[in-house]
């Protein structure tokens, strides 16, 4: 398949784009996390359940407050204060349309958030009583059943004495399942519960009396004083994610404007990520301008257990498993190992346009954690207990928004500090600066700050990003990152030096039609392929990435979008390599019928896993799908969702890969003999 051919397949095709839906508003955001995380393992349910109620249930401009704003993750603090601040001074908003009258709005911002807004004189209630949340509250039932439909090498039949040796095998089916029963009540009620069995698990069979993993909350916010209190599972986020942070947060993306997380310091907990979450109770309680989260959990967690030589009693960690697989006799026997000990406390101050913030956070294990020493990781954290304190503030100026954290662990009394300024040139412009400085000894278990790499940790940079409004049809987005690595990294035997650049323009000329073009280039300097066994060079590793991405409302009911990707990978040491994907989408959505239909076909062709593109997919509520395309072949899938007694919803999706180039794919228990691998949901919501 030749990427010509790609090429000429994608100019024959007509586009254009279309005003924005619920789907397509939450499919961005979770295409700008995937973008930047780069994974399969995607898990946004907290953020999805947030956009989708405020969806059904918009806020009123009228009556609403600076957090309930914050929670859309849609609007920078400029924008918030300057929506406040018209109120204030001009009085009830009349109409939606006098939001162009604001100065720091413009018309792409009240396009994406008009979904989730209101404008009317009925005062809702901010503070409701638990009586009145269990009267008008509302249950959902989910049912889910996923599958691979091809044979993997992990089901293969062999003997007990095998399987109870050998990584590759595992002992439970192929299905995944996943059931979630839940009340709630707008944003102030929910009690639910969740579990979840892992293709490759046991189910009601061996080791398993169930489920493989089970979660479950009851939370209630709405007092005046006691202002939110959790108990079960639940996520709790501080200041700039420096110190603690359960959950997925923004990082680098097209959207400048991301840079500076909006904290919600506690939430329910309902997703399926068996480790990222806090188990046990927490209140968060407010008095005149002060706020305060108390938080406190106990979980166990997998790791492998090593018996100290000189001693029958004496055990330590040597690593912390976080796949959340118990599918093989080794990854069973590391189950709920180690027992994790989390406490913590936020106080934060709010007037008017300033906010404070001092945390403390202890963590302990009851088995000392003790991993391999290397080079690379001497500094690491090693023991039973840590600490960590930091501050964090956040001020609002006019059109400037000053942000910052710092905050030390007590491990290795080291620092990691953020400060970050975004300044609202006009409706028209948007600039971002941001700079940290992560310590090589700085270490926390939960953090999820901005950075280069997956951790708050030996890394220093300073980003600058700008969004201008070139007319009223174009729009350029671009950002500059420069960072380095004081010290050594996973596989990276020197300090190193990098870089991140990223222009993007788009195109809407109407609410019909929209096109993009990006071009982005990273340098990360990496271990040489060439180096031998006495000498590791390091060298510069270019990835250069362009996009063309086109969509277009074909009526009210048939939408097309349409993509074509090629990167570029140049290192010294190996030829260069290259790789292309083309992606045909038509979304069907009938407004007088009871269903919508997703529809997509893609071909691909990249030299290596290396040069591998990942492409958001839509799938079934809940459901996050973000595959790598790499190899040579094609894709298809179809996602059908249909409405049935206005209380029961159904999804059912069929996709497939199929590779020209492979006769096997995968590898270990994942193997699969042949050149295809399909991918069945099927997924039933109750309502009532």
Request: aromatic fraction near 16%; glycine fraction near 6%; hydrophobic fraction near 35%.
């Amino acid at each position: 398949m030749s990427k010509q051919f790609l090429l000429f397949v994608f100019m024959l095709v007509a586009f254009g784009a279309v005003s924005q839906t619920r789907s397509e508003i939450i499919q961005q955001r979770i295409e700008l996390i995937s973008e930047q995380l780069e994974t399969e393992e995607l898990d946004l349910t907290n953020l999805l359940e947030q956009l989708n109620y405020y969806y059904d249930n918009p806020i009123n401009l009228n009556n609403t407050n600076f957090e309930e704003l914050e929670a859309l993750q849609l609007l920078t603090d400029v924008q918030i204060n300057d929506v406040l601040l018209h109120v204030k001074q001009h009085g009830r908003f009349i109409s939606k349309y006098e939001l162009q009258a604001l100065r720091y709005w413009d018309l792409q911002t009240i396009d994406l958030v008009l979904p989730f807004i209101r404008v009317d004189d009925k005062l809702d209630q901010l503070h409701v009583s638990l009586k009145e949340a269990l009267k008008y509250g509302n249950f959902e039932l989910f049912l889910r059943y996923q599958r691979t439909p091809q044979h993997k090498k992990g089901y293969d039949e062999v003997s007990d004495s095998i399987r109870e040796t050998s990584s590759t095998y595992y002992y439970g089916n192929p299905d995944r399942y996943y059931s979630r029963f839940r009340f709630s009540y707008r944003t102030n009620l929910s009690i639910g519960v969740t579990a979840e069995k892992d293709p490759g698990e046991q189910f009601f069979k061996g080791t398993q009396k169930g489920f493989d993993f089970y979660s479950a909350h009851a939370f209630y916010q709405g007092g005046k004083y006691l202002k939110a209190v959790a108990l079960g599972d639940y996520q709790v986020q501080i200041g700039q994610a420096l110190n603690f942070w359960s959950g997925y947060a923004f990082g680098k993306t097209a959207d400048v404007s991301n840079i500076k997380k909006n904290a919600q310091p506690l939430r329910p907990y309902t997703s399926v990520d068996e480790n990222r979450f806090m188990r046990g109770a927490a209140a968060d309680l407010a008095y005149k301008n002060f706020g305060l989260t108390v938080f406190g959990s106990v979980k166990n967690v997998d790791a492998s257990i090593i018996e100290d030589s000189l001693s029958d009693d004496l055990e330590f960690v040597s690593t912390i498993d976080l796949t959340g697989f118990h599918r093989t006799y080794r990854e069973i026997a590391k189950k709920d190992l180690l027992q994790e000990q989390i406490a913590g406390a936020n106080l934060r101050y709010k007037v008017r346009s300033l906010s404070l913030g001092v945390a403390g956070v202890h963590q302990g294990y009851d088995k000392a954690y003790s991993k391999t020493m290397q080079i690379y990781n001497q500094f690491d954290f090693r023991g039973t207990k840590t600490f960590s304190l930091s501050g964090d503030y956040s001020y609002v100026w006019k059109n400037i928004n000053l942000f910052g954290e710092v905050s030390r662990s007590s491990h290795s009394k080291d620092y990691a500090f953020l400060q970050g300024l975004i300044i609202a040139i006009d409706s028209k412009a948007t600039l971002s600066v941001l700079y940290r400085n992560y310590g090589r000894a700085y270490q926390t278990f939960y953090n999820n700050a901005f950075a280069e790499g997956s951790l708050t940790q030996n890394e220093k940079g300073l980003y600058f990003g700008l969004r201008t409004k070139l007319s009223s049809s174009w729009t350029f987005s671009s950002y500059m990152d420069f960072f380095q690595a004081p010290w050594l990294k996973y596989q990276v035997d020197a300090p190193t030096i990098g870089h991140e650049f990223l222009g993007q323009l788009s195109y809407k000329p109407n609410k019909q039609m929209e096109f993009y073009a990006r071009y982005r280039q990273q340098l990360r300097q990496k271990n040489s392929r060439n180096a031998d066994e006495f000498v590791t060079a390091v060298e510069d590793v270019y990835q250069r990435n362009y996009r063309i991405n086109f969509s277009y409302q074909v009526s009210e009911a048939i939408q097309i979008k349409s993509r074509l990707e090629y990167v570029t990978i140049n290192r010294p040491s190996n030829d260069p390599e290259q790789g292309m994907i083309f992606t045909q989408d038509v979304l069907i959505r009938p407004k007088s019928a009871p269903f919508d239909l997703a529809l997509r076909y893609a071909l691909f062709d990249t030299d290596s896993y290396d040069t591998r593109i990942y492409t958001f997919e839509t799938n079934a509520l809940y459901v996050f799908s973000v595959p790598a395309y790499y190899y040579q072949g094609s894709r298809a899938y179809f996602t059908l969702r249909t409405t049935m007694f206005r209380k029961v919803d159904l999804w059912v999706r069929y996709g497939v890969f199929i590779y020209s180039n492979r006769t096997s794919l995968s590898s270990g228990g994942e193997e699969i003999q042949g050149n295809s691998k399909g991918d069945i949901t099927l997924q039933l919501r109750v309502k009532f």
